[in-house]
């Protein structure tokens, strides 16, 4: 198949660096449908030309998509558009919310709702072992693509959340709608191997692992709401981290 071409227009007047200027347009024409993923990607020589930019600029803007995750180079393939990554910031949000501001169709199939007892989990919520918790499994999609598997248990002032509630919005908007805000978590990211129920879920094959976070998010009085234990496709999902020298 060959690469589509995308309009650019590059104003070398503009104080703008022109490989910015290519990039920022090129990650447009991916962000709103026009390259979509898996499309092959104009090559270098042939951007160059048809531009009229030097082989360095064209060669700084692809790298800084492929950077950002919205490139894949391949040897012998060329460069083709990535799958969507969703993109995260280390902050205390939803992933329903953050599908939904990015126009990404979010989806939810509840897997399981249920009345449980969980000693890992009543420990994490700071309850007794015997105390009845609300667990749910939850297959969260972008349109039909299969995104994360996401287990959570509530306390059981949350148990009369339904399974109504769960598929047609998120977590925290159904906690929202009971006056409870989340307002600080603990969370640990790893990346392991998936189970065989992930691997069916989020559709994987071969030797591709799962990015796997588990949070325990509190209120503003420090009590614990909820405690997730998540997996993500790890090819479709990125946590960005600013870090901040004081």
Same mark, same amino acid.
């Not at 897997?111 to 015997?130: F, G, N, R, S």
């Not at 999609?141 to 399974?163: E, F, H, K, Q, S």
């Not at 998936?194 to 071969?206: Q, V």
């Not at 990015?211 to 420090?222: C, E, H, I, K, Y």
């Given at each position: 198949?060959?690469? +589509?071409? %995308?309009?650019?227009?590059i104003?070398?007047s503009?104080?703008v660096?022109?490989y ?8 447009? *024409?991916i962000s709103?449908? +026009?390259?979509?993923?898996g ?11 048809r531009l009229s930019l030097?082989?360095?600029t !064209?060669r ?5 998509m !492929? ?5 894949v180079r391949?040897r012998g393939?060329g460069t083709t !558009? ?8 280390? *902050?205390?949000?939803?992933?329903y919310?953050?599908?939904?501001r990015e126009?990404?169709a ?5 897997l399981?709702?249920e009345? %449980?007892?969980?000693?890992a989990?009543a420990?994490?919520l700071?309850?007794d072992p ?9 297959l969260?999609?972008a ?5 994360? %598997?996401?287990?959570n ?5 949350y148990g009369?959340? @339904?399974?109504?509630e769960?598929e047609?919005?998120?977590?925290y908007?159904a906690l929202r709608?009971r006056?409870v ?7 640990s990211?790893?990346?392991r191997?998936?189970?065989?129920a992930?691997r069916?879920?989020?559709r /994987?094959?071969? @030797?591709?692992?799962v990015? *796997?976070?588990?949070?325990m998010a ?5 009590t ?11 090819? #479709?999902?990125? /946590?960005?981290?600013?870090? #901040?020298?004081?």
């Amino acid at each position: 198949m060959a690469a +589509r071409e %995308v309009d650019v227009s590059i104003d070398r007047s503009s104080p703008v660096p022109l490989y910015h200027q290519l990039s920022e347009q090129l990650c447009a *024409a991916i962000s709103d449908g +026009r390259l979509q993923p898996g499309d092959p990607f104009e090559n270098e020589v042939a951007l160059a030309g048809r531009l009229s930019l030097s082989r360095p600029t !064209v060669r700084r803007a692809i790298q800084e998509m !492929v950077d950002k995750g919205l490139l894949v180079r391949r040897r012998g393939l060329g460069t083709t !558009v990535a799958n969507r990554k969703v993109h995260r910031r280390v *902050a205390l949000s939803s992933l329903y919310d953050d599908l939904a501001r990015e126009g990404r169709a979010p989806r939810t199939v509840l897997l399981e709702h249920e009345i %449980v007892t969980d000693d890992a989990a009543a420990a994490a919520l700071d309850l007794d072992p015997q105390t009845p918790l609300l667990a749910i499994v939850r297959l969260r999609l972008a349109g039909d693509a299969p995104l994360a %598997v996401m287990r959570n248990w509530l306390p059981p002032a949350y148990g009369d959340i @339904t399974r109504e509630e769960l598929e047609s919005t998120g977590l925290y908007a159904a906690l929202r709608t009971r006056g409870v805000h989340a307002v600080v978590a603990h969370q640990s990211i790893s990346a392991r191997m998936p189970t065989p129920a992930e691997r069916k879920h989020l559709r /994987i094959r071969g @030797t591709q692992p799962v990015l *796997a976070m588990t949070r325990m998010a509190f209120d503003g009085a420090g009590t614990a709401v909820e405690y997730g234990d998540h997996s993500y496709r790890a090819e #479709d999902y990125t /946590i960005d981290l600013m870090v #901040d020298e004081r």
